[in-house]
């Protein structure tokens, strides 16, 4: 049984942090469209049965009419692949959602939060669907699989193992339990992260973010293809693949500003770094800087295309232990500063806090 594995597509998404430069949001929308037409023509060329779609196809927030009727559209040319949704938290199954109140084409199936079961010759495709924005729970503990001589698939968005407060507030899910359970494969969505093929036989699959949405998701993405096949022995022989689609990678470059008197030269130091034509680059200022760093002001003196965005982490090149010795203003306030650095009991957000109010406060000393 050949499948497509896909999820966190986020069509539409605002890409409000992606970048300070103008027009990058839509671009990468422009990508989007690009990289699913991909998935789809991979299918028809190679006569995929199932396309499974692992939530946050879309944002709930942010979609239009025009984007509903672009996917359609192209699950319209894959009419022979059976296509199966479960809604995410980013586009659950609520009640003016796309889901709910959108004619999709004959060969889409989009499952709702109680857990249903479709039953196909070969196959048996188990799903569940967010209802809200959050969920607690998809009852998958009580599924019990009553035909094992058939493949037997679970889509499902949630949290796989999920240790935070946060990450339980998106159906968290126990590898373990899943485990037990006896699935086939079990096509997971919600983290953006790859992960396949770090055991032997792994069914349980993240194929990650289709396209990335930023810095925090680096390296490739794409989809997982896949063959699923059940021995004489009952025991499923699995077959994966993943197949890279985002023509654009995320990549993060330090650059150490403490060698630089001036910002014309850290400019110059930025402008000669070379770079792949197929990156998109975050530029990291660090070290202890001589001088005030404006980003936007380097935004406008900065050649290369391929760095959209800068985050500055640098600090003010100074010796407080020496400061605290001087016999003025700035050296009692020096000292002070240097007495709440030294209490053991700061968390590293708190001295952080700490760094950036000593900087604000020589900076009004001076």
């Known amino acids: ?43 028809k060329e190679n006569d995929i049965e199932y396309l499974f779609i692992s939530g946050d196809l879309y944002e709930q927030k942010y979609v239009k009419r025009s984007t509903i009727d672009y996917i359609n559209n192209l699950f319209k040319e894959i ?34 939060s109680e857990i249903e079961k479709v039953e196909l010759k070969d196959i048996n ?32 968005h949630g949290s796989l193992d999920a240790s935070t407060t946060e990450e339980k507030q998106y159906n968290p899910l126990s590898r373990k339990m899943l485990k037990e359970k006896g699935f086939d494969y079990i096509a997971l969505g919600h983290i953006h992260k790859l992960d396949y093929n770090q055991e032997e036989n792994q069914n349980i699959v993240y194929p990650g973010s289709l396209v990335s949405l930023g810095f925090d998701e680096l390296g490739k993405h794409g989809m997982i293809v896949g063959n699923l096949e059940k021995g004489n022995t009952e025991k499923t022989n699995i ?3 993943f ?47 001589n001088f005030e760093i404006n980003r936007y002001e380097l935004y406008k003196l900065i050649s290369n295309d391929s760095i959209i965005k800068i985050k500055d982490k640098t600090k003010i090149n100074y010796d407080l232990n020496k400061l605290a010795n001087e016999n003025t203003l700035k050296g009692l306030f020096a000292k002070e500063m240097l007495q709440k650095l030294k209490n053991e009991e700061w968390s590293d957000d708190e001295k952080d806090i700490i760094e950036k109010a000593i900087e604000i406060g020589f900076d009004a000393l001076e």
């Open 1 to 43: 049984m050949k499948f497509v594995h896909i999820a966190d597509m986020h069509f539409d998404s605002p890409f409000v942090n992606l970048s300070d430069k103008d027009s990058l949001g839509d671009l990468r929308r422009l990508e989007q469209r690009k990289v699913f037409k991909k998935v789809i023509e991979y299918i």
């Open 79 to 112: 009419p022979n692949t059976k296509v199966f949704i479960a809604p995410g938290n980013h586009d659950p199954y609520i009640k003016n959602s796309y889901y709910n109140k959108f004619m999709w084409n004959d060969n889409v199936k989009i499952f709702k």
């Open 239 to 241: 077959d994966l693949e």
């Open 243 to 289: 197949i890279p689609l985002d023509e654009t990678q995320f990549k993060l470059k330090d650059v150490d500003v403490t060698p630089f008197v001036s910002k014309e030269e850290l400019i110059e130091a930025i402008n000669e770094l070379e770079f792949s034509d197929d990156c998109f680059i975050e530029i990291i200022l660090v070290g202890k800087r």
């Open 125 to 156: 495709v188990y799903g569940h669907g967010f209802d809200e924005f959050y969920c607690e729970g998809s009852d998958i503990e009580n599924v019990i699989i009553d035909d094992k001589s058939k493949l037997n698939v679970l889509l499902i």
